[in-house]
Structures are given as structure tokens and as C-alpha cells.
T-cell receptor, first 111, second 110 residues
Framework: DTGVSQNPRHKITKRGQNVTFRCDPI?????LYWYRQTLGQGPEFLTY????????KSRLLSDRFSAERPKGSFSTLEIQRTEQGDSAMYLC?????????FGPGTRLTVL | SQQGEEDPQALSIQEGENATMNCSYK?????LQWYRQNSGRGLVHLIL?????REKHSGRLRVTLDTSKKSSSLLITASRAADTASYFC??????????FGSGTKLNVKP
């Protein structure tokens, strides 16, 4: 399968714990995006990379959130000291032009 | 807040009927795209229309763009039960950032 993959697919954690998600984009895509989606809403932009450079970060993203894309390939999104309000679906997308290809998402539940 | 807003929020039709969804946005765009999302899954790109285009077709999909009104519409003709999903419009700005609306939930009854 050469699509975008995300791991894990589901994550249940206790409030205050740190979590890390991984996204493997389509190999030739230089852009990688992270979004957060809550029930009944559209994806909300979090951050975006062009190769290994993080070009944009949403003001919605508190300093508990950090993302990396070492070597411009896979990316990780870490949430420190999780809160119940962080419960959502975290989507990754990659692109080489205008069309984005989305992964299946990681559903985070913070208890 | 998100730039795109879809209307209606929910739409229920019979198989074979046409479905029309509208999207409004706030600022200047490079292009506008429509995506489909089946329950609990990732989004799938459907169609893209550039800011200098007015209408585009792809199979049973027809999208229009009116930049003066900052609005777009997606028409699905001869709907099928498999078209049941949420549909989102997304606008791309000049900095390659995407803004999604809150979506239209389409239910096509067999």
C-alpha cells in the first residue's frame, strides 16, 4: 500500500500523559500536514512541513504540541501533558501539488 | 475559525436524485477543493477548481466557483447509496495552508 499511513490508529491515555503519533507520507510528497478533527467538524489545520522545514504552526497549537519531520520523510506529532480537550482524531495528509492525500487518522481518547 | 462553511449541514435524498451542497469562504484563495469522508475514516479528494475557473466536471460531480460571492457549489447527479458520506470544501491560501468547512452530511436512501 503506497498511501499515507498513521500509527497508532487508536490511542487511549490518561490525562497528564504524553503521546506521540507517527505519519508516513507518500514517498515522493514534499509537503506534510497535520490536522485535528472533532466530531461533527471539519479538519482543523495544526501545522505543515515542506520537506523537513516546519513552515506554519496554528495559533491553536499550544506549546504542549510539537511536531517534527526529520530528514523530510515521516513525521511525528507529540502532545505533552494531555488534557481531555485533546481528545480528537488527528489526521495527517501529504501532497506534492494541490491535492492532499489523507491518512486514516489516529483517534486519541484522553480519560 | 475555519474559512469554509458548508450549507446545508445535513441533506437526505432518495437514490437517483441530485444533491447540491454549498460552500462559502472569507478571504482570497488559490483554489477550492471538495473532499469526501466516510464515517470515521480519512478524507478523499474529489475535485479541485482554481480561482480563475468557474465550473468543472468530473464524472457525476459538477463544481462551480463564484469568486465575487466567495462561494462554491458541489452537485452530485444521480446519487447512489454509496455516496452517503460527509462532504467538505477546503480552500488553499497563497501560503499552501488549507481551511476546511464543517461539512455537509449527505444521506442517500436506497
Amino acid at each position: 500500500d503506497t498511501g499515507v499511513s498513521q500509527n497508532p490508529r487508536h490511542k487511549i491515555t490518561k490525562r497528564g500523559q504524553n503521546v506521540t503519533f507517527r505519519c508516513d507520507p507518500i514517498s515522493e510528497h514534499n509537503r506534510l500536514y497535520w490536522y485535528r478533527q472533532t466530531l461533527g467538524q471539519g479538519p482543523e489545520f495544526l501545522t505543515y512541513f515542506q520537506n523537513e522545514a516546519q513552515l506554519e504552526k496554528s495559533r491553536l497549537l499550544s506549546d504542549r504540541f510539537s511536531a517534527e519531520r526529520p530528514k523530510g520523510s515521516f513525521s511525528t506529532l507529540e502532545i505533552q501533558r494531555t488534557e481531555q480537550g485533546d481528545s480528537a482524531m488527528y489526521l495527517c495528509a501529504s501532497s506534492s501539488s494541490e491535492e492532499q492525500f489523507f491518512g486514516p487518522g489516529t483517534r486519541l481518547t484522553v480519560l | 475559525s475555519q474559512q469554509g462553511e458548508e450549507d446545508p449541514q445535513a441533506l437526505s435524498i432518495q437514490e437517483g436524485e441530485n444533491a447540491t451542497m454549498n460552500c462559502s469562504y472569507k478571504t482570497s484563495i488559490n483554489n477550492l477543493q471538495w473532499y469526501r469522508q466516510n464515517s470515521g475514516r480519512g478524507l478523499v479528494h474529489l475535485i479541485l477548481i482554481r480561482s480563475n475557473e468557474r465550473e468543472k466536471h468530473s464524472g457525476r460531480l459538477r463544481v462551480t466557483l463564484d469568486t465575487s460571492k466567495k462561494s462554491s457549489s458541489l452537485l452530485i447527479t444521480a446519487s447512489r447509496a454509496a455516496d452517503t458520506a460527509s462532504y467538505f470544501c477546503a480552500t488553499e491560501d497563497n501560503f499552501n495552508k488549507f481551511y476546511f468547512g464543517s461539512g455537509t452530511k449527505l444521506n442517500v436512501k436506497p
